[in-house]
């Protein structure tokens, strides 16, 4: 063990000093890089104890329909809006859906951005109750340049919107724990951003931090940006300040989509995530059932500034590591990162509100794309509202082949998006395209053959059927 712990400080000091000549990052990022290393190395991840988990009560994870109503005096509305900042977690690339540039500039519907979504929301909520709640985007070394030219294009609405870059760490070559970037790999790909769980030392070392803390803002509500279910809630603002909870997880009961999803424990006494890496293996099929653990993170959390400040200060959130290996040109490299959910367990009065699905509506391929574009969902004021005529809670499930993948393969197959209300699954492989006005209904299937172009005709109504040529429609 004495020979481990004097391995691992060598390879700490060598990385020390090869990370001190890099001219690319600040002290507050090398400063932030190596302790996460140090920690790493330190092997003070400690395994979970299955035996001491337990399932949390509604105190903890609080149902939402239990939340008291907000005010219904505008005044009082205001004087809760005005202390809240929404941050949206805006380092991710289109790159999965064929597209470049930050994620967020991908048009969802109607020749909206999520970013312009995301604006027209904020903006028609400080107009409707007279306050000024800002938009803060954290974005990556990827993304900062491409946001700030888009972002122009909102100046001259009512909502303060401020930018600041998450760190950027140097990846670091599995074969002797030296940056990359210090091996004359200094382009983009010697680096890498830690996850959202950076989300709080950038905030502080941003100075965006003591400028909110200053203008008596008290809580910052995170989210993705592709998340189009993420929109300011008051309800949950107001228990929040109520209750000062300093920290709350959205959470939502789990389909058999969401088993890979964290989920809320109660731990030794605290609330905490626990998320799949940390199951021992012979409890990764219980941890995946949805009997047992019945809701999972959505990601959208809600954090008080000041308890933020405070423990960025005290360097205590010590969040746990996920160690992400990758490969660049060849080289083996490893990423460390770690997530913004797994830090509740640092806060006090931390809690979980297990929210309805409509506050996770993520769009990470086509497929979701598919949902928010069709007419399972209208717009309302840049918010993203479910049909009412759709009976069933939840949404179909859809799986594209790899021919919609990306993005502009996607719309090229579609003359325009299928009525899905009243479907349940779809499932459709090759070389497919369809018209306008398809109506999909029940459980289709549509498998083109190798080399055959399928096309479905314009008005076709598509009703529990199972299509694999011409003949079929």
Known sequence: MAAAAVAADSKIDNLRDAVAKLGEISENEKSGFISLVS????????????????????????????????????????????????????????????????????EVRNGFTFLDLIVIQIESLNKKYGCSVPLLLMNSFNTHDDTQKIVEKYSNSNIEIHTFNQSQYPR???????????????????????????VFPSLNNSGKLDTLLSQGKEYVFVANSDNLGAIVDIKILNHLITNQNEYCMEVTPKTLADVKGGTLISYEGRVQLLEIAQVPDEHVNE?????????????????????????????????????????????????????????????????????PRSRFLPVKATSDLLLVQSDLYTLV??????????????????????????????????????SIVELDSLKVSGDVSFGSGVVLKGNVTIAAKAGVKLEIPDGAVLENKDINGPEDL
């Open 381 to 418: 004021d840049g918010y993203v509202i479910r049909n009412p005529a759709r009976v069933k809670p939840s949404n179909p499930s859809i799986e594209l082949g790899p021919e919609f993948k990306k993005v502009a393969n996607f719309l090229a197959r579609f003359k325009s998006i299928p």
């Open 172 to 198: 670091i070559v599995t074969e002797d724990f030296l940056p990359l970037p210090s091996k004359g790999q200094t382009g983009k790909d010697g680096w890498y951003p830690p996850g959202h769980g950076d």
């Open 39 to 106: 920690r790493y190395l330190s092997g003070e991840a400690e395994q979970i104890e299955w035996s001491k988990i337990q399932t949390p009560t509604d105190e903890v994870v609080v149902p939402y329909d239990t939340l008291a109503p907000p005010p219904e005096d505008l005044d009082a509305m205001k004087a809760l809006l005005d202390k809240l900042v929404v941050l949206k977690l805006n380092g991710g690339l289109g790159t999965t859906m064929g597209c470049t540039g930050p994620k967020s500039v991908i």
């Open 287 to 355: 941890f995946k059932s949805i009997e047992k653990f019945k809701i999972f993170n959505t990601n959208n959390l809600w954090v008080n500034l000041k308890a933020i400040k405070r423990l960025v200060d005290a360097e205590a959130l010590k969040m746990e590591i996920i160690p992400n290996p990758k490969e660049v040109d060849g080289v083996k490299v490893l990423q460390l990162e770690t997530a913004a959910g797994a830090a509740i367990r640092f806060f006090e009065k931390a809690i979980g509100i297990n929210v």
